[in-house]
């Protein structure tokens, strides 16, 4: 278990839809990280937010969104739900010290399901 | 940007032989490269993780390998076992400016047959 929860961890939905997905990070972690798994494409960074502000960009459609809250849990919102939105969710946590990389802890993943 | 390459995609060994697990990076910033093992149905855990400040580190059957100038990294397993097989995947962090996002290969299915 790496102290990182994700809820739910199974969603199915419609197409056009909007989910929102909910993390909380380890207890002390100010960062936390959005990856998206698909089969074709892998492991992909979504976004990242340190301590409630937005500190990172990647692969994230225009319909995604996230916040991080001021108790540090983050929610991903996906909106107008398409066929190729189903993958895995994971959020990521790590501490954020003055310098250098710190371990990213996975939390278990959302499964989204799109019909 | 960082692009990970990760060679092979599948591998099969028997029980006791080692596993070796190769993977390359493009941005020569990078400096943190971690590898993580994911079972069916789990989220990536972190086997291992090796700075570029050091070429080598090795915890109990596993040891990553790095080479800053040739800019590969690569996993090894001695005694494999059974539980042993899942996905395993290498990244690397985007840049050198600290807890930066990870850009991970795409995967070793590891196989190992008792």
């Known amino acids: 278990d790496s102290g990182v929860t994700q809820t739910p961890k199974h969603l199915i939905t419609a197409t056009g839809q909007r989910v929102t997905l909910r993390c909380s990070p380890r207890?002390?972690?100010?960062?936390v990280y959005w990856y998206q798994q698909s089969l074709d494409q892998g492991l992909q960074f979504l976004i990242q937010?340190?301590?409630?502000?937005?500190?990172a960009k990647g692969n994230i459609l225009e319909r995604f969104s996230a916040q991080q809250f001021p108790d540090l849990h983050s929610e991903l919102n996906l909106s107008s739900l398409e066929l190729g939105d189903s993958a895995l969710y994971f959020c990521?946590?790590?501490?954020?010290?003055?310098?250098?990389?710190?371990?990213?802890?996975f939390g278990p993943g959302t499964r989204l399901l799109v019909l | 940007g960082e692009n990970v390459e990760q060679h092979p995609s599948t591998l099969s060994v028997q029980e006791g032989d080692s596993a070796v697990i190769k993977c390359t990076y493009s941005?020569?910033?990078?400096?943190?490269f971690p590898w993580y093992k994911q079972e069916l149905g789990k989220g990536p855990q972190l086997i291992i993780d090796?700075?570029?400040?050091?070429g080598e580190k090795k915890d109990q059957r596993i040891a990553v390998t790095l080479n800053k100038t040739a800019k590969h990294f690569s996993l090894h397993i001695t005694e494999t076992q059974p539980e042993d097989s899942a996905v395993y995947f290498c990244?690397?962090?985007?840049?050198?400016?600290?807890?930066?996002?990870?850009?991970f290969g795409k995967g070793t299915r590891l196989s190992v047959i008792a």
């Open positions: 937010y340190y301590n409630g502000e937005e500190r």
């Open positions: 207890s002390g972690d100010l960062s």
């Open positions: 941005d020569s910033a990078s400096n943190y």
């Open positions: 990521a946590s790590s501490v954020a010290p003055a310098g250098g990389q710190e371990t990213q802890y």
């Open positions: 990244a690397a962090s985007i840049g050198h400016s600290g807890n930066t996002p990870l850009v």
């Open positions: 090796i700075r570029s400040n050091v």
